[in-house]
């Protein structure tokens, strides 16, 4: 009995620490309450335990982010994806070695809870190749969930992007300056896609380089093509204030017809994907509705 609860308890542990691996943190109410009202009182501080946790997470993303990246376990692209969640190769790497864990622990106890109750002895080949499962999953998962993540973002990105340059346009059309347009289109909303925005605008001008070229290096990090294609039209269009205005709208309209475009793509793929459910519906409606007939059928045969 002493066994079987110790192995109760960590398949326990196990589970609840994959959960806290894979789970992304959630913002306390009063941090959200404070950004959607733009009041001034900073968020609460999170519980010494939280803080305690995020510390160790931290060190262990550090730990396993270099050999993680020596050993060529971090795909291409990976880093353009983090950046765009505000995150980096550590926070990635910590969610591999606490998912590796936390599996790799509640798959241990399993299997010797089953050789405890079933009396087998478990081969060394069989727990080994687990093992390995194990660690391709815990690298798998975080990796995919970045990835999905990190694409939901961009297409907001792109959204709030296509908005900042219509912004930008009417501002150049009442007489502001480029530069000026583009820091008001930047302050006019409290989102994390301006803010980056209003931040690579500012590190160009401390830099004494061109806005576009904040832009450009921007769409690098972030994996955001029509930064640097937005960017390439700046310059191709100069200083004169009628061609950079024309640039920008043909820009956003750019970008509103590819936002166009995917939405009528996801739609019709919602679509294609709902068909099938509803043709087996049909087909068990109309089984439902044939079989008696079918019954007497056979029976008076």
Known sequence: MIALALCGMGVAAGLVLAYLALSPARPSLEAELARLARSAPAPAAPPASRDRYARLRRSLGSALAEPLGAAGLVPAGLDADLQILEQDRADWAAQVGVAAAGLGATVVVLLALFAVVVGFVVPI???????????????????????????????????????????????????????????????????????????????????????????????????VDELGQIAAMLTLAGSEGARVRASLAAGAASLRGRQLATTEAEANRVSERLFLPATVIMIAFLLFLTFPAFERILASL
Request: proline fraction near 2%; hydrophobic fraction near 55%.
């Open 125 to 223: 080949f069989l727990v080994l190749a687990t093992l390995v499962v194990v660690a391709g999953l815990s690298w798998l998962v975080p990796t995919v969930s970045a990835r999905a993540a990190a694409r939901g973002r961009r297409e907001h990105f792109r959204a709030v992007l296509a908005t900042w340059l219509e912004l930008v346009t009417l501002s150049q059309a009442a007489g502001t300056g480029l530069e000026g347009a583009m820091d008001a289109a930047c302050s006019l909303a409290d989102d994390w896609a301006l803010r980056r925005l209003g931040r690579a605008l500012a590190n160009a001008r401390h830099l004494g380089l061109a806005p576009w070229e904040g832009l450009r290096q921007l769409g690098a990090e972030l994996g």
